[in-house]
């Protein structure tokens, strides 16, 4: 099965600094990848999502880039913030004729420090 | 949309006991996923419908765990009998196209 790696799994960073938190995956039939935040006691939810025909995708200050030959997805945030702190989940799916088997990744703390 | 509903959101119970956690998935979504967060093992999927049929349940930890959905706007994750190991948090999540939107979960407590 798919097997999803997650680095690293605490991240700090100053105010104002960029983030970035890598991801690699085994099963080459993956096909979509998206990004989780889980801030403390609440459920994740999608910040952004990239499938595997495109290599690079931007909302705002978050950026998600993929390389499919070297099995590599990675989450950029700039000029971070605050209430940029939580948990983000990188997952690798593989998403075909309406089913979709997700794996995700262990999770990684980002602390933005003011 | 009120998104996915899961209640109860806390339940402390005890060993041995059954527990029942229950998923109203957004309405229009075709296809339900029951999640389990720890701090050990992160967040694994258990089972997973589509249209109301159980599609892939190889994650189910073992024959304690049983999920129903009788319809499309209803599933059910069952434990029975309850073993402390069983603490987690479990989430439901459903989707229509390629997000999947995870409801608030249910915080579990076995003693």
């Known amino acids: 099965g798919e097997n999803v790696e997650q680095h690293p799994s605490t991240l700090s960073v100053q105010e104002g600094d960029s983030a970035v938190i890598k991801c690699t995956y085994s099963?080459?039939?993956?096909?979509?990848f998206p990004w989780y935040k889980q801030e403390l006691g609440k459920r994740p939810q999608l910040i952004i999502d990239i499938r595997s025909n495109v290599g690079e995708k931007k909302d705002q200050r978050i950026a998600v880039t993929l390389n499919k030959t070297a099995k590599h997805f990675s989450l950029h945030i700039t000029e971070t913030q605050p209430e940029d702190s939580a948990v983000y989940f990188c997952?690798?799916?593989?998403?075909?004729?309406?089913?979709?088997?997700?794996?995700f990744g262990t999770g990684t703390k980002l602390q933005v420090i003011p | 949309d009120a998104g996915v509903i899961q209640s109860p959101r806390h339940e402390v119970t005890e060993m041995g006991q059954e527990v029942t956690l229950r998923c109203k998935p957004i309405s229009g979504h075709n296809s339900l996923f029951w999640y389990r967060q720890t701090m050990m093992r992160g967040l694994e999927l258990l089972i997973y419908?589509?249209?109301?049929?159980?599609?892939?349940d190889s994650g189910m930890p073992e024959d304690r765990f049983s999920a129903k959905m009788p319809n499309a706007s209803f599933s059910t994750l069952k434990i029975q009998p309850s073993e402390p190991r069983d603490s987690a948090v479990y989430f439901c999540?459903?989707?229509?196209?390629?997000?999947?939107?995870f409801g608030p979960g249910t915080r579990l407590t076995v003693l």
């Open positions: 099963d080459s039939a993956s096909n979509y």
């Open positions: 997952a690798a799916s593989i998403d075909s004729g309406g089913y979709q088997k997700v794996t």
């Open positions: 999540a459903s989707r229509y196209t390629d997000t999947q939107y």
């Open positions: 419908f589509n249209n109301n049929v159980p599609i892939d």
